[in-house]
């Protein structure tokens, strides 16, 4: 049924959008970090996989548990160390933004570099659980599946956290005011710090996920980049829910247009419906407004 | 207007002057980097004089700079060049009217994101009108334009973007863009038109920008939508002009120049760790200048001088607030 | 007095030996200096370094190894490389070009990856007189493109013959009863692709094929779950792609995921590459793309073994050895020629006739025109299929084994 496969494929590309774009509405929403690096993290873990795979034949989701608190650690340092001052000596918010934009934007070509000089420019892919599920009649790709469920579990599991712990519930003061924050003897740097490695972390997960079924190379980060910032942003910055609904969204359109419209303007529709929404709602579907 | 004053503007003409006559004295190669000098000064000053005052970060440089290189693409050979010229800029102020004119609720990054969405939209349609009406998504441009031409038409539009700016600041208009940058809502209460102020400023720079890129088009020979709307060169603009300080009429040419040389420089001699060396760099230059290059060099001015007075120097900064 | 002459002989007997000695050096050069800029970042990257720059690597580690270009003092000269990258944008392919002319003062230029920068380039190369060897530019306009710049000479042949390649082979097909001829089609939405689907929908139609499904989808998708459900709906026995690397892959494993077993699955640029091998391991076999190669020819068997021994990994199977023969090509005619004057060696490549990897081959209208259009995976090897004419091309196998 034509209907059905639209939505499943909806379903699982706008499963993956919402899974990438997740650890960018943390480091940008509460870190306020906008990380143009992002997309190169992601891809920097799908090598990680791929090497830990061909190499060493280790299963990706065994991969994961090893690649995602180096993420994580390497973000917290990345944060420390590189972030940390920026924000310091920043007086105001968009001077952090400016600054955040220009050393990220450093950060870009450092990592790239990095996978470049290791691997080389060529395409990679390798073939992990390319089994079929077959949905009431429809197949669907493990992996892609896969993919999904962990947008999912990582959406709920981050939910969780930030409503129902302390630690979480800190981060989602800082999200929403830094400076009342500190006033409630909430330790912001630390917050901060916090928010932004999960969100690495976060990306790490989904460079490995994805990379299960995507071709990838060194150059391709700034396309996953610009997509989770697209998520993101028409979600309203900072909010789990909104970036879930965003992503899937997006995913729906575009499945919807490649089988009834033309494959050819799927792109274009996702552009003109992220526009559209800002237009209507210049904060995102679930963004507050700020003064 | 006192000495100081005057250096300046006097170093700017010399230096476009230097430009000019490169194809007089010097090689393709230096030809080559005039051009290259020239199109991101004018792309970066054209882009600071909105978004240097307003705070508006704009990332859809290239869809008007990839309208002017279509434009060309399309009309390059059936009409005389300077009318073509004339429409490239015609057609960039007009999508800017437009998209001016939605946008107008965006601030900060969502209005950042919009314009490089709108960028990327531009591209896609392009490619999908190319590849289902005219048969082909590429076109060939073969214009006997040569280089030494392409690098006086630059120069010349280079410094009509400078007196333009120049002109600007002293303007009711200027002055109503720099108080939409310190608060949009005062200066609506002062009454100053900010629709009005933001459109003009908008539309009018991405004329230029699409004036710059049917300039530059006829160097490509083939032009695509990916070619014509990179988004590396939204960034670049941005980036440059960040770097030299969007609040002065010079600032993004201090930004230009170096890095243009620092790109070159890298790229001729490491092109295997280009992407590293060119991060490392980029990085120690955020850190170590923070207010962007025309922060340095007036801190530096304003040093020199404040010593043999002794005066305190504690006077008001202009806005430096580039967001 | 005497003393004085003497010195001024002195003076006089050295300026000859100096300028003897310019002169000398300027006729036999320490080194051919050979520059390129290619896209070592950016979107180009991924298709530069599979084809084009471990070629380049491969020809200049070989010909310094056998001591250099032979000159015509009988001399070998070693082979000097100047390389940038060109970050996959045409304004700094542009530059880098010139660089390498003004600046290096390289003697011969090595052409960048693709057709758009091949375009960008050729300006450049044609005002200032250096021979252009474009190989990986595959466009129609390859015979416009020749009549402009008298110096520049093509390896990839056009957009068209491609399609046509197709055409025949399954019109061959058809003949022979093996497919009955409901085509679906789609194409990436790029040049290349939309050329060879522009080519291919009138030739199908002409050749009396029923085309069910004919779509395209924007460069970069890597979903093409919704395009192969449309197929799969349509039931078509062949199925053709116009795609480029990474959507080869994923419209070939989303093909296998959902199901899409046509007795024809053809699928462009990508498919001749190991990668896709080493991805689809046994479900290549039966898989039809561009190129291919002559897998009776000695020649190639022993450049893809040497390819793997220096580069640590095979080359693809379609312009990899096009354009380590056109290196061979230049090579050959600086040899011949037996300097490195450029209208001479261009003169020569013009009308000489070269023993490469690829055979004996002569660029007739500065055009090679020998290459392989359709080739097709059968025991793990990429055989070519089309122009059925040439010399070692296969029957092709069909219909496909279905999807394992």
Redesign the interface.
């Known amino acids: 049924m ?1 209907i059905l ?2 939505l499943l ?1 909806g379903l ?2 706008g499963g993956m959008y919402a899974l990438v774009a997740m650890g960018l509405t943390l480091q ?1 929403g509460v870190a306020r970090i ?1 990380n143009l690096a992002y997309g190169e993290f992601l891809i920097a873990a799908a090598f990680a996989a791929y090497w830990l795979f061909t190499g060493f034949s280790l299963n990706p989701l065994a991969g994961l548990l090893l690649i995602v608190p180096l993420a994580f650690a390497l973000n917290w340092l990345i944060y420390r160390v ?1 972030l940390a ?2 924000v310091r ?1 920043a007086k ?1 918010r ?2 952090l ?3 955040s ?3 990220t ?10 996978v ?2 290791l691997f ?8 992990f659980l ?1 089994g ?1 599920l077959e949905v009431l009649g ?4 493990l992996n892609r599946l896969l993919a999904v469920g962990f947008a999912l579990l990582l959406g709920g599991g981050l939910y969780l956290l930030l409503n129902h712990t302390r630690r979480g519930t800190a981060i989602r003061a800082v999200a929403v005011d830094p400076v009342a924050a500190q006033l409630v003897a909430i330790d912001v740097r630390a917050a901060a710090a916090l928010a932004f490695a999960l969100g690495g972390a976060l990306v790490a997960a989904s460079g490995v996920l994805v990379s299960m ?7 391709m980060g ?2 996953f980049t ?1 997509k989770a ?2 998520v993101v ?1 028409m979600g309203g ?1 900072g909010n789990l829910a909104g970036c879930l609904l965003a992503g899937l969204l997006l995913g729906f359109a ?2 919807f247009v ?2 009834y419209i ?7 529709v996702n ?2 419906l ?2 559209l929404v ?2 209507v709602r ?3 579907l679930f ?1 507050r407004v700020t003064a | 207007m006192n000495g100081r004053q005057l250096v300046l503007p006097l170093l700017g003409i010399v230096a476009l002057a230097a430009c000019a006559v490169t194809p007089l004295v010097g090689s393709g190669y230096a030809m080559s980097m005039a051009i290259n000098m020239l199109m991101f000064v004018s792309l970066a000053t054209a882009w600071a004089l909105f978004s240097g005052p307003t ?1 508006y ?1 704009s990332l859809a440089t290239v869809a008007f700079f990839g309208i002017g290189a279509y434009t060309v693409a399309v009309l390059g050979e059936t009409l005389p060049w300077p009318l073509v010229l004339v429409l490239a800029a015609l057609f960039g102020c007009g999508v800017a009217l437009v998209v001016g004119l ?2 107008l ?6 209005f950042v ?2 314009t ?3 960028a ?2 531009m591209r ?2 392009v ?2 009108y190319e ?2 009406y005219a048969g082909s998504v590429g076109r060939f441009v073969f214009l006997d334009i040569g280089q030494e031409q392409i690098v006086w038409q630059l120069t010349a539009v280079t410094a009509a973007v400078f007196i333009l700016g120049w002109l600007l600041k002293r303007s009711r208009l200027g002055l109503a863009l720099r108080m939409i940058g310190d608060d949009e809502t005062v200066a609506l209460h002062c009454g100053a038109n900010t629709t009005f102020a933001k459109l003009i400023a908008f539309s009018g720079t991405a004329a230029f920008m699409a004036l710059i890129g049917a300039i530059v088009a006829p160097r490509w020979t083939y032009i695509d939508p990916t070619i014509a709307f990179s ?1 590396v060169v939204s ?1 670049q603009v ?2 440059m002009a ?2 030299g300080g969007a609040g002065r009429l010079y600032g993004p040419a201090l930004g230009v120049i170096p890095l243009v040389l620092l790109f070159e420089y890298l790229s001729a001699n490491f092109p ?12 120690a ?3 170590l200048v ?1 207010n962007g290059i025309a922060g340095l060099l007036e801190a530096q001015l304003e040093r020199m001088r404040s010593k043999p007075a002794a005066l305190p120097a504690t006077r008001p900064q202009p806005n430096e ?3 | 007095m005497k003393l004085r002459r003497c010195r001024h002989i002195i003076a006089a007997v050295a300026a000859c030996a100096v300028a003897g000695l310019g002169i000398a050096q300027a006729q036999q050069p320490a080194s051919v200096r050979i520059g390129y800029a290619i ?5 180009y ?2 298709g ?3 084809t084009t720059l471990p070629n380049y690597q491969l020809w200049v580690q070989e010909v310094n190894k056998a001591g250099g270009i032979k000159l015509a003092d009988g001399r070998r000269v070693p082979v000097e490389v100047v390389e940038y990258d060109d970050r ?1 944008s045409s304004e700094e392919a542009v530059r880098a070009i010139e660089r390498l002319i003004n600046q290096d003062k390289v003697d011969f230029v090595l052409p960048p990856w693709g057709t758009a920068l091949n375009l960008a380039v050729g300006p450049v190369l044609d005002r200032a007189g250096y021979p252009h060897l474009a190989v990986t530019s595959v466009t129609n306009m390859v015979p416009q493109l020749s009549k402009r710049w008298e110096n520049a000479f093509f390896f990839g042949d056009t957009s068209s013959n491609y399609a046509e390649g197709v055409v025949a082979v399954l019109t061959q097909l058809r003949k022979d009863g093996k497919v009955e001829g409901n085509v679906a089609m ?1 194409n990436v ?1 790029d040049q290349f692709g939309i050329e060879l689907a522009n080519a291919a929908r009138p030739a199908l139609e002409k050749a009396g094929f029923k085309i069910v499904y004919n ?4 460069i ?4 093409m ?3 192969v ?2 197929m799969r ?1 349509r039931n078509p026995d062949i199925v053709l792609a116009f795609s480029y ?2 959507d080869t ?2 419209f070939t ?2 093909a ?4 899409l077993n046509p007795s024809v699955f053809y699928t462009a640029v ?1 498919t001749a ?1 190991p ?1 896709f091998k080493q ?3 046994d479900n290549a076999e039966g898989v039809m793309g561009t190129g291919g190669i002559d897998t009776s020819s000695a020649a190639i068997r022993d450049y893809i073994a040497r390819h793997q021994a220096a580069l640590g990994k095979e080359p693809d199977r379609w312009l990899s050895p096009v354009t380590y023969a056109s290196l061979q090509v230049l090579q050959q005619a600086i040899e011949k020629v037996g300097s490195l004057d450029r209208k001479a060696v261009a003169q020569e490549i013009r009308n000489g006739s070269f023993d490469t990897v690829l055979g004996t081959i002569t660029l007739k209208d500065r055009v090679y025109s020998g290459g392989w259009m359709v080739g097709q995976w059968q025991n793990g090897e990429f055989h070519a299929l089309a122009p059925m004419s040439g010399t070692g091309a296969q029957p092709a196998q069909v219909p496909k084994p279905h999807w394992k």
């Open positions: 034509p496969d639209a494929n699982t590309l940008y906008m590189l001052p920026l000596r105001t968009a001077a933004e400016v600054d934009i220009l050393a934007f450093g950060l870009l070509f450092i990592v790239e570099g990095i470049l000089v080389g420019g060529s395409y990679f892919n390798y073939s390319a079929v429809t197949p669907l790709a079924f995507l071709t990838f190379n060194a150059a700034v396309v610009m910032l697209i942003i910055v575009e499945s490649a089988t033309d494959p050819g303007l799927t792109i274009a552009f003109a992220f526009l800002l237009i210049p904060h995102g963004g | 705070g970060i939605s946008t609720r965006l601030r900060g990054v969502y994101i919009f490089f969405g709108l990327e939209l896609q349609l490619t999908w590849a289902n988004p960034f941005l980036i960040l770097l295997n760790y280009f992407s590293i060396l060119l991060g490392v760099t980029f990085m230059i955020v850190y923070p607030d580039a967001s | 896209s070592k970042t950016g979107p990257a991924g530069a370094s599979t996959s789609v939405a779509q395209s989808y924007p970069g998708t890597q979903d779950q919704s395009i459900n449309e709906r690397p990474p892959i994923a494993d989303q296998k995921t959902l199901g990508g590459f990668l991805r689809f391991g």
